[in-house]
Structure formats: structure tokens, C-alpha cells
């Protein structure tokens, strides 16, 4: 899952970053409001956390306006006030969700999968190829019935081939998405090797194929899927 | 302007003044604490290095700083004469 955190205040962005990023959330963080809106409008979010105080764009202007680019972008507001009018004004404005300052990162991370149950429709949030099934919310992956433990990378690189299955996809499409970098991938393997261990740990034999290399291009998922339109791909 | 100002400030209640300051030191000390809860909930959370709960730990150190000021600042203004 792809989120945005949107903090002025540096400590505290870092604690959140370095926390959901030990949930396996692929994190992304902004801190002013101008740039915030730049995001939420074009890049591609599962989820996004707002504080209200921000630089460059206040906050409730962030959310009206994001909420215009991309209605069904979910987002939680976060404020160091509390006061009833300002709790309303958000949820007229479109936040999903609301959680005043001081809040345990517990409770924060506790409401965001709630939102993303929510949000996500059943067939959203399981994608299937073939008999490989991925959870995204519970963050659980089956071949045939049998659990595979994979590492967060490994998911999210998953993942990705899965909402895309039947798509090409290429190593610079995967390094940007999964690895979050914009660099090309003539200087680096990091994909291939990656392949190898996820071909690995679903056990993609010749005989039951899903994850199949374009030579010169890329790498193809392919098999039955009931995958919809991906969230945000 | 200022002397409306400072007309406000010297008619305006004792306590609506407390009531103010606290709410203004309630608003800055907000951040450092949600710092330092979510510090320390990411530090118990799983197995970790020495290294690593020592940085979690000195970050945390600097958020209770934080707040230990906001309070000084605090006490400061509500004891001016």
C-alpha cells in the first residue's frame, strides 16, 4: 500500500515514516501544502495522513482540493486542535477520518486499516493469479491454499505485478513503483534479483508459470485474475 | 491597533488569560508529544540493536526536551507580573 504523510513537523514525520514503513506501507512524505496537493493529485496513494498546519497551503485548502482531484483517495486528517467546529469542517471538506494531537501511533495505524477495509472492496483488497492470492490489507500471501512469508519488499513487488497482471511492466516501471526511486535500472539488478527470490518462495516452475520475463522489456504476469481495475495503478 | 492591544491585555481576565496561555502551551507541546509516544511505541515494538533503540531513544530525549521548554516558557509568562 502507497501513502503519503503530509508534516511540517520533521521529528514526528520521521517517527510516523519510519513506523508505517515497519508495517510494510510504502511511504512517501511532504511537508508543505503546495507540494502535498502536487501528490495527492497525481501520484499514485492508497491512503494519505494530512496535518492541518502546514506550510505553503494550509491543510483544510489541501483536503477541499484533493478531494476535488481525487475523490476516492482516502485521507485522515491530523490537528493539534480539537474543537468540535474544526472536527466538522474537515468531514464536510471530504477527510475520511479524524485524530487530534497528542495520539498514539497504535490508534493512528489501528485507523488507517480500518479506512482501508472501508474503502477497499473486497475484490480490491485480495488480488488473485491463478492460485496465488494476496491480501492486502491482512498482508497475506497463498499458493494453492499454502501460506508464503515473503519480506516487505517482496510483497510490495508482488503486488505490483499482480494489480498489473496481463500488463508489461518494466525494471524502471518496478524500481520507481516498488522501490519508490526514479533512477534507471541499467545500473543495477536489484529487480532481477528480486524476481528470483519471489519465483522462489511461490515456487514458479516452468509447469505453472505466472511471473514470465520479456527479454529486452521487462516481466509479464500472467494467468486467470480476478483483479479489477487496480486502486491507483 | 497596539493600543487596543494593549488595552485588551490589561482589562482581560486573570483567568481568561491563564485559560489562554494554556490553551497556546496545550498547542505547542501537541507535537513533541505525539513525537514521543509514537518514539516510544516504534522503540518496543519488535526486536532492535542496541544502536537502533539508542537513537530511538535520544530522539525521544529530545521530544520530552521539547516539551520540558514549552513548559518553562509556560511558567514564565503566567508568573510575569
Redesign the interface.
Given at each position: 500500500m502507497r501513502m503519503l504523510i503530509v508534516e511540517d513537523d520533521v521529528p514526528l514525520c520521521n517517527f510516523l515514516r519510519e513506523g508505517f514503513e515497519a508495517e510494510h506501507y510504502t511511504v512517501e512524505v511532504s511537508a508543505r501544502g503546495d507540494e502535498a496537493l502536487l501528490k495527492m493529485s497525481e501520484t499514485e496513494l492508497d491512503v494519505a495522513i494530512l496535518d492541518l498546519s502546514l506550510p505553503g497551503l494550509d491543510g483544510l485548502t489541501v483536503l477541499k482540493r484533493s478531494k476535488i482531484a481525487r475523490p476516492s483517495l482516502p485521507v485522515v486528517v491530523l490537528t493539534a486542535h480539537s474543537d468540535i467546529q474544526e472536527r466538522v469542517q474537515c468531514l464536510d471538506h471530504g477527510a475520511d477520518d479524524f485524530i487530534a494531537k497528542p495520539f498514539s501511533f497504535l490508534e493512528l495505524s489501528a485507523r488507517i486499516r480500518a479506512l482501508l477495509r472501508r474503502t477497499h472492496l473486497p475484490s480490491q483488497s485480495v488480488l488473485t493469479v491463478g492460485d496465488l492470492r494476496l491480501d492486502r490489507v491482512e498482508r497475506r500471501v497463498e499458493r494453492a491454499g499454502k501460506r508464503i512469508d515473503l519480506t516487505a519488499k517482496e510483497f510490495s513487488l508482488l503486488e505490483f505485478l499482480m494489480c498489473n497482471a496481463g500488463r508489461k511492466v518494466t525494471r524502471d516501471m518496478i524500481i520507481e513503483h516498488v522501490w519508490n526511486l526514479n533512477l534507471s535500472t541499467a545500473s543495477t539488478n536489484v529487480v532481477d534479483v528480486y524476481i528470483n527470490y519471489l519465483r522462489r518462495k511461490i515456487g514458479d516452475g516452468a509447469s505453472n508459470r505466472l511471473i514470465h520475463t520479456l527479454r529486452g522489456v521487462g516481466y509479464q504476469m500472467r494467468g486467470d485474475t480476478t483483479r479489477c481495475v487496480p486502486l491507483s495503478w | 491597533m497596539r493600543t487596543a492591544f494593549l488595552v485588551t491585555e490589561r482589562y482581560e481576565p486573570a483567568a481568561a488569560i491563564e485559560r489562554r496561555e494554556v490553551t497556546e502551551f496545550l498547542?505547542a507541546?501537541?507535537?513533541?508529544?505525539?513525537?514521543l509516544?509514537?518514539?516510544l511505541?516504534?522503540a518496543v515494538?519488535?526486536d532492535r540493536s542496541t544502536q537502533d533503540y539508542r537513537r530511538l531513544l535520544d530522539?525521544a530525549l529530545?521530544?520530552a526536551k521539547r516539551i520540558a521548554t514549552a513548559a518553562r516558557d509556560l511558567r514564565a509568562r503566567i508568573q510575569r507580573p
Open positions: - | 498547542h507541546v501537541s507535537q513533541p508529544m505525539t513525537a509516544i509514537c518514539a511505541e516504534i515494538r519488535g530522539q529530545t521530544e
